[in-house]
């Protein structure tokens, strides 16, 4: 089922389990596994913390001292640093889905990652029952 998202930012990290685990409950699979996907070149997924807001902040503060936005790239478009993250977040998760719910761990949230927003973005969750 594709879900569309709004991002706000040039770089943010939404949090959307809610939404993933609506599309489970939805789908009334009981025992399965949740793909969720990024269709984006510059934009990405993770499962991280979602207690404490500054860990995300953290996290988007360490990857742009790593890959800060203006580097000796190449790329004409001018946001390389955009694509290396999505790489390294990655363009899919998998959380398995027991008695009819996510298996996420008590601090574990779903992260849409943005790079290059603020644009209209669109992620995937395909729920398999087995
Ligand atoms: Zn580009």
């Given at each position: 089922?594709?879900h569309?998202?709004?991002t706000?930012k ?8 809610d939404?993933?685990a ?8 009981r025992?399965g596994i949740?793909?969720i996907?990024v ?8 499962i991280n913390e979602?207690a ?10 360490a990857?742009d001292?790593?890959?800060p ?6 790329h004409s478009?001018g946001n390389s640093?955009a694509?290396?993250?999505a790489?390294l977040?990655?363009?899919?998760c998998?959380?398995?889905i ?6 996420l ?5 779903i992260?849409f990652?943005e790079?290059d927003?603020?644009?209209n973005r669109?992620?995937?969750v395909?729920i398999?029952?087995g």
């Amino acid at each position: 089922m594709r879900h569309r998202i709004q991002t706000t930012k040039t770089q943010q990290f939404i949090d959307i389990t809610d939404q993933v685990a609506a599309a489970v409950r939805n789908s009334e699979v009981r025992d399965g596994i949740a793909v969720i996907y990024v269709p984006h070149t510059t934009a990405g997924v993770t499962i991280n913390e979602n207690a404490d807001p500054d860990v995300v902040r953290d996290m988007l503060f360490a990857l742009d001292k790593t890959y800060p936005v203006r580097g000796e790239y190449l790329h004409s478009e001018g946001n390389s640093h955009a694509h290396i993250k999505a790489s390294l977040m990655g363009s899919s998760c998998t959380v398995i889905i027991e008695e009819g719910s996510l298996l996420l761990g008590t601090w574990q949230g779903i992260y849409f990652c943005e790079f290059d927003g603020p644009r209209n973005r669109e992620y995937y969750v395909k729920i398999i029952r087995g």
